[in-house]
């Protein structure tokens, strides 16, 4: 099993276990993906994903890209199952230690949140092996550091360090490794504390392309207006208030 997964009520913390290859994502790691975002769509829950050993991702399986032909490339076999992450209701947290590489930065990529130790070295060195970021590096990472920046590491292949990653906004906070699953925890639990819908209905609009607002807003806003939840959250705040 390359993907451990540990379901609570609220969240579902799923560790890439594949230390042996320094989480390599293979196809059947992508195969556990698939059923972990099945899992996640039919009862939504706030995702942490996360790696063992001191290490997130060294990138996709590089035994297995060797061998991969025009048609593979076409299926789009990693692209589809991170844009499948990406699109998740509920939020999806990356907490990264140590190697977030290739294909395991542009999982990193698709999550809504992003953590790491001061071990992480993050970045896309395909254009050394012949080949490009093809799982969303290219169109996610300017959306996350800036045109300039992305071309910068894209065209390099050279990885960030913890400190230089935390400056460009690609990871919002550092921890050390032992602290690092509760600093996810926390972040799951303020986010359990708000109402569920709104969440989801937050996420929604975020990921919503620019021409589609402030169209999306009114009619997520108008669904949330007359929401049992949101007179019951409004009324005891006033209440308490009294
Ligand atoms: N795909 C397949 N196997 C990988 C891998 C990858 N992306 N990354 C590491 N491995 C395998 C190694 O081949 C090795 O296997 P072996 O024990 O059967 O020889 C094992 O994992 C351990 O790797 P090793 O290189 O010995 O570990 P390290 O701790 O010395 O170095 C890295 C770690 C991440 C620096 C190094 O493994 C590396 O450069 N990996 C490839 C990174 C990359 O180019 N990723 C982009 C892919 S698109």
């Given amino acids: 099993m390359t993907l451990r997964i540990e379901e ?3 969240r579902v913390v799923a560790t890439l276990d594949r230390p042996e290859k320094r989480n390599a994502i293979d196809q059947a790691t992508i195969d556990a993906l698939h059923d972990l975002c099945a899992l996640l769509e039919r009862t939504p829950r706030t995702l942490i994903i996360t790696g063992t050993d001191g290490v997130f991702a060294a990138g996709a399986d590089i035994a297995q890209l060797r061998d991969r032909t025009a048609d593979d490339a076409r299926r789009a ?3 589809t199952a991170f844009i ?3 699109d998740l209701p509920m939020p999806v947290i990356a907490a990264l230690d140590g190697y977030a590489l290739g294909g395991g930065a542009e999982l990193a990529y698709a999550a809504d949140i992003r953590i790491a130790t001061p071990s992480l070295r993050i970045g896309n060195p395909e254009t050394g092996l012949g080949i490009i970021a093809a799982a969303g590096a290219t169109w996610r990472l300017p959306e996350i550091v ?16 913890a ?9 919002s906070s550092l921890h050390p490794a032992d602290e690092l699953l509760a600093a996810a925890h926390r972040i799951v639990d303020r986010i359990a504390a708000n109402d569920p819908l709104a969440t989801r ?9 620019r021409a589609g607002h402030p169209a999306i807003e ?25």
Wanted: hydrophobic share 40%; glycine share 4%; charged share 40%.
């Fill in 201 to 209: 209905h937050t996420k929604r609009a975020l990921r919503t392309p």
């Fill in 8 to 10: 609570h009520r609220d």
């Fill in 77 to 79: 076999i990693n692209a």
């Fill in 84 to 86: 499948r992450v990406h």
């Fill in 163 to 171: 400190e230089e990653a935390l400056r460009w906004g690609l990871v």
């Fill in 218 to 242: 009114v009619e997520l806003q108008a669904e949330l207006f007359e929401s049992p939840e949101k007179i019951r959250r409004m009324t005891d705040f006033l209440e308490k208030r009294r």
């Fill in 146 to 161: 800036g045109d300039a920046r992305a071309s910068e590491l894209l065209l390099t292949g050279r990885a960030l360090d």
